[in-house]
């Protein structure tokens, strides 16, 4: 009996001739835009080539158009799925070339946001795995605790994906006076959602056949593509930036992190699932732990004056003139800054020459990393497995093309 995944000898293999198919850019099986080109013996993999970049912003050229604050806004879209990450690590870089240090409430918030962020991108590609190996009630259910998420983030940033939320220096505004009731309220549907979710699916025949002995990867061969995250985890290898190169308040955060064995499709999904209850760990500790005080340094070289002040005084007015139309003085130099991405390491590399803007700003998208390892992860295995093995891959366009 042939076995899924695993291409007969030659001799006994009825079709002696391969062919290539390209499947893509617009493919309705799958999210994003992605072109595999395929070379097939009959449905089995024999060859695939991933081409990326159909959604190609320019994010770093234009990140040296504007100022060091305008460049936030844009990495909002680079993982629109978790935005506030994208925000945090950006705004260090910049910190880190300014050896700037913010407050104490500043970085507890910033790691609570950047936790619910990590969540919300979670669900969303639990959901989407889920659905596109025709889960199509976990799909909805996920993204139903996902909304309860965006309306905490809603609340505290005044959007839902575009949210623009930290500055150099501190964060656009402190928390509303009612976050934890919001949090706790949130977190009770999400606790019954996930195990409804974990009933549903976790030990559901088909989907575990679906899942199980998929896209393998070993650890030698995730750690030589440069993955991290989920899909490196996956593999039983423990790298987390958080443990590894603690920031903000992490190393005094109590949370584990959670390990596959066979760096499989299935691993890379349960390792997303634990990472939900490790993150909402995280939160609930931030809120307890927060001290009170200011958001952001009180410094008029990095941080735009109150408004009451810009529209009282000239020197309210002028400080806020030039730090907008000027921009802040970062000395010249580069600094690289990393923080844990809902898809691994996610990483700003940025350059001054001491004027306003960015010299340079490069990003080290996780997602792209886990696209390159893509091709051998489906060789040998059938065209239905590109599916569920790219939506564990969990490529974000806007991250992976940037």
Same mark, same amino acid.
């Given at each position: 009996?042939?076995?899924?995944?695993?291409?007969?000898?030659?001799?006994?293999?009825? %079709?002696?001739?391969?062919?290539?198919?390209?499947?893509?850019?617009?493919?309705?099986?799958?999210?994003?835009?992605?072109?595999?080109?395929?070379?097939?013996?009959?449905?089995?993999? @024999?060859?695939?080539? @991933?081409?990326?970049? +159909?959604?190609?912003?320019?994010?770093?050229?234009?990140?040296?158009?504007?100022?060091?604050?305008? %460049?936030?806004? +844009?990495?909002?879209?680079?993982?629109?799925v978790s935005p506030l990450i994208n925000n945090v690590g950006y705004v260090m870089a910049v910190e880190k070339l300014l050896g700037l240090e913010v407050p104490e409430r500043c970085r507890y918030i910033r790691v609570m946001?950047?936790?619910?962020?990590?969540?919300?991108?979670?669900?969303?590609?639990?959901?989407?795995?889920?659905?596109?190996?025709?889960?199509?009630?976990?799909?909805?259910?996920?993204?139903?605790?996902?909304?309860?998420?965006?309306?905490? %983030?809603?609340?505290?940033?005044?959007?839902?994906v575009t949210v623009t939320y930290t500055r150099i220096g501190g964060v656009t505004n402190d928390l509303p006076a009612d976050i934890r009731e919001r949090v706790r309220a949130a977190f009770r549907h999400l606790d019954g959602i996930l195990r409804d979710c974990d009933k549903l699916l976790t030990r559901n025949r088909i989907f575990y056949d679906r899942m199980a002995g998929v896209g393998v990867i070993s650890p030698e061969d995730a750690i030589s593509f440069g993955l991290t995250g989920p899909m490196l985890r996956a593999t039983g290898v423990s790298y987390d930036v958080r443990k590894q190169q603690p920031y903000l308040v992490y190393d005094r955060l109590d949370f584990e992190v959670p390990l596959g064995s066979r760096g499989d499709n299935y691993d890379r999904f349960l390792c997303r699932f634990l990472e939900i209850e490790q993150s909402m760990r995280i939160v609930e500790q931030t809120l307890e732990r927060m001290p009170e005080g200011p958001v952001s340094v009180q410094d008029p070289r990095y941080v735009l004056p109150p408004k009451q002040a810009v529209y009282r005084s000239i020197e309210g007015l002028m400080n806020h003139f030039k730090i907008i139309m000027e921009g802040i003085k970062v000395p010249p130099g580069e600094a690289y800054m990393a923080v844990e991405g809902a898809n691994g390491e996610l990483g700003f590399y940025v350059v001054s020459d001491g004027t306003g803007r960015p010299y340079r700003v490069r990003v080290r998208g996780p997602c792209f990393w886990g696209m390159s390892a893509l091709g051998s992860m489906l060789?040998?295995?059938?065209?239905?497995?590109?599916?569920?093995?790219?939506?564990? %891959?969990?490529?974000?366009?806007g991250e992976c093309d940037r």
């Amino acid at each position: 009996m042939k076995r899924p995944g695993a291409a007969l000898p030659a001799t006994q293999d009825p %079709v002696e001739t391969t062919f290539d198919l390209q499947m893509g850019p617009s493919h309705p099986a799958t999210h994003g835009t992605i072109k595999f080109h395929l070379r097939l013996d009959g449905e089995v993999i @024999v060859d695939c080539d @991933v081409e990326i970049g +159909y959604l190609h912003r320019a994010f770093e050229k234009m990140a040296e158009q504007g100022t060091w604050t305008q %460049v936030i806004p +844009y990495t909002d879209r680079l993982n629109y799925v978790s935005p506030l990450i994208n925000n945090v690590g950006y705004v260090m870089a910049v910190e880190k070339l300014l050896g700037l240090e913010v407050p104490e409430r500043c970085r507890y918030i910033r790691v609570m946001m950047s936790e619910i962020s990590r969540i919300t991108d979670h669900l969303t590609c639990l959901g989407m795995a889920a659905t596109e190996a025709g889960a199509m009630t976990v799909g909805f259910l996920l993204n139903e605790a996902r909304e309860f998420l965006y309306d905490i %983030v809603e609340a505290v940033t005044g959007a839902r994906v575009t949210v623009t939320y930290t500055r150099i220096g501190g964060v656009t505004n402190d928390l509303p006076a009612d976050i934890r009731e919001r949090v706790r309220a949130a977190f009770r549907h999400l606790d019954g959602i996930l195990r409804d979710c974990d009933k549903l699916l976790t030990r559901n025949r088909i989907f575990y056949d679906r899942m199980a002995g998929v896209g393998v990867i070993s650890p030698e061969d995730a750690i030589s593509f440069g993955l991290t995250g989920p899909m490196l985890r996956a593999t039983g290898v423990s790298y987390d930036v958080r443990k590894q190169q603690p920031y903000l308040v992490y190393d005094r955060l109590d949370f584990e992190v959670p390990l596959g064995s066979r760096g499989d499709n299935y691993d890379r999904f349960l390792c997303r699932f634990l990472e939900i209850e490790q993150s909402m760990r995280i939160v609930e500790q931030t809120l307890e732990r927060m001290p009170e005080g200011p958001v952001s340094v009180q410094d008029p070289r990095y941080v735009l004056p109150p408004k009451q002040a810009v529209y009282r005084s000239i020197e309210g007015l002028m400080n806020h003139f030039k730090i907008i139309m000027e921009g802040i003085k970062v000395p010249p130099g580069e600094a690289y800054m990393a923080v844990e991405g809902a898809n691994g390491e996610l990483g700003f590399y940025v350059v001054s020459d001491g004027t306003g803007r960015p010299y340079r700003v490069r990003v080290r998208g996780p997602c792209f990393w886990g696209m390159s390892a893509l091709g051998s992860m489906l060789r040998g295995h059938t065209v239905a497995d590109i599916v569920t093995t790219f939506g564990m %891959v969990n490529m974000i366009g806007g991250e992976c093309d940037r």
